[in-house]
């Protein structure tokens, strides 16, 4: 890289820096550290939605399917988008309304504390690894683009999330998403996408060059299609760190209206990497790791200067969900197992400092289980496979069919959860198998066991509105 460039890296992580510290004087409650007081307006809001949800595996691993399939590349970040449509379309005022701070605190609320501890676990397992794939897909851009050791590469990229998400908590991971949001945007749409067609020798060269395949949607494979939307639509509906961004709206309307523009934005994403990757087809035929294709391709078709705004726009991207859902994790572990059974006294300060404690503990964590894996797709697919197999139904149904039961719930999340595990280990990470047997064995038994049940045996929807109204009114007088 030339030193213009890595000027400009440098020039970007020092705002980040400092963005995130002003971010941190703004969190001096649990609710500013963990949903930023519950205030953004439209712009904020979707500008950390968006950023959340488009991070390393969207950026890099869709420019991989990108050069691998053409832009049949797109049904990854395409699947997520609609699962964030839906959301807005059809949750967001049922959400809205909870109050809460994560999935399994509302799940209590529907349920009981079993089953808010046990989707407490499923959900820390995929907020884990989904920031896993953002730390891996930090230390690859470093690794090829500045020669670094990929090892050290990962530590440099997750060192700097962490330090600023412990700072400010939602409030710092909120303002630098903003910032991150304007660098993607501009990078991606108004510099990537037109100098690599051009350097490609423009949309008729892709047409004469590329196999016909590449321009077929269906060219990846109606399973692997199949098994994005089991994936990603199901996952982000039910995703701890999305529903974290959307305790953050200042209303309804804000909610909704910036819900759905996150996931059409998703779907315009998607269409520009994909069409990168099929230049990086043209420009680097040989090319040795398609993970690579990304950056492989900026370095040879950006100039000085250009590149480093590029490379700070992926770099903005992996960075924004990495926060979000580093965040995610260490609220649920914090939210829903220290503070609900060993520390449910602790003070507004005590939960500030817990919170803190834990994200650093967790961070941590995620650096080194990163370096142990370093394929950014497969740790993907682990982290939804587990969350949209087992809690889905649970959280759906619990929404729409006033009669399921705790107990349904419950050893529907368990035996799910084990099926998922089980079918992962023999069938492989990417395998379409152990989901559909998750989702299958969460649907039965949650079905099988309600309907066993006797009529008495679950909260109507006006039992669970008054438990959580008995629960704010109980926080707004220890407050």
């Not at 949001?181 to 051009?198: A, K, N, Q, R, W």
Request: proline content about 2%.
């Amino acid at each position: 890289m030339h030193i213009l460039d890595i000027s400009i890296m440098i020039l970007y992580f020092s705002v980040l820096i400092i963005v995130g510290v002003i971010g941190s004087k703004r969190a001096k409650t649990a609710d500013d550290f963990i949903v930023a007081g519950r205030n953004l307006g439209h712009f904020m809001y979707l500008s950390c939605l968006a950023a959340v949800i488009l991070g390393g595996a969207s950026t890099l691993g869709t420019a991989k399917l990108g050069y691998q399939f053409g832009i049949s590349g797109i049904w990854l970040v395409v699947m997520i988008g609609l699962g964030i449509i839906a959301i807005g379309l059809f949750l967001t005022n049922k959400i809205f309304n909870l109050k809460v701070l994560t999935i399994s605190e509302m799940l209590e609320k529907r349920y009981n504390s079993q089953t808010r501890l046990i989707s407490a676990l499923v959900s820390v397992i995929y907020t884990f690894m989904l920031t896993v794939t953002q730390v891996i897909g930090m230390g690859t851009i470093l690794h090829v683009l500045a020669g670094w050791n990929l090892t050290v590469s990962m530590i440099v990229g997750g060192g700097i999330v962490l330090f600023y998400t412990i700072l400010g908590g939602m409030w710092s991971v909120t303002m630098t998403d903003v910032v991150q949001f304007v660098i993607m945007t501009i990078g991606i749409f108004f510099i990537m996408l037109p100098m690599s067609i051009s350097k490609a020798g423009g949309w008729g060269s892709l047409e004469e060059n590329l196999p016909a395949s590449h321009f077929e949607l269906g060219n990846i494979g109606g399973e692997t299609i199949f098994q994005y939307f089991l994936l990603f639509t199901l996952g982000v509906v039910v995703g701890q760190d999305i529903w974290q961004r959307l305790f953050t709206a200042r209303t309804k309307a804000v909610s909704r209206g910036g819900t759905i523009g996150a996931g059409l934005y998703s779907v315009f994403y998607a269409i520009a990497i994909s069409i990168i990757g099929m230049c990086a087809f043209i420009i680097l035929p040989d090319l040795g790791d398609p993970q690579n294709a990304f950056t492989s391709i900026a370095m040879v078709t950006l100039p000085a200067g250009l590149l480093g705004v590029v490379i700070a726009s992926v770099v903005s991207a992996l960075m924004s969900t990495a926060s979000g859902t580093l965040l995610a994790s260490s609220t649920l572990v914090v939210n829903d197992i220290i503070k609900k059974y060993i520390g449910p006294k602790m003070s507004e300060r005590q939960f500030l400092k817990t919170s803190r404690i834990t994200t650093l503990t967790i961070g941590v964590l995620t650096i080194i289980v990163s370096i142990w894996i370093q394929d950014i797709l497969v740790a993907l697919d682990v982290a939804y496979a587990i969350l949209s197999g087992a809690v889905f139904f649970p959280i759906i149904l619990g929404f729409f069919w006033k009669r399921v039961t705790a107990t349904a719930a419950f050893y529907s999340i368990l035996a799910s959860m084990i099926v998922i595990i089980v079918g992962l280990v023999i069938n492989g990470p990417s395998s379409t198998q152990p989901i559909l047997y998750g989702l299958a064995t969460s649907f039965v038994v949650i079905t099988t066991i309600t309907l066993l049940s006797s009529n008495n045996d679950h909260k109507n929807e006006s039992e669970v509105k008054q438990d959580i109204k008995g629960k704010a009114d109980m926080d707004t007088m220890a407050n």
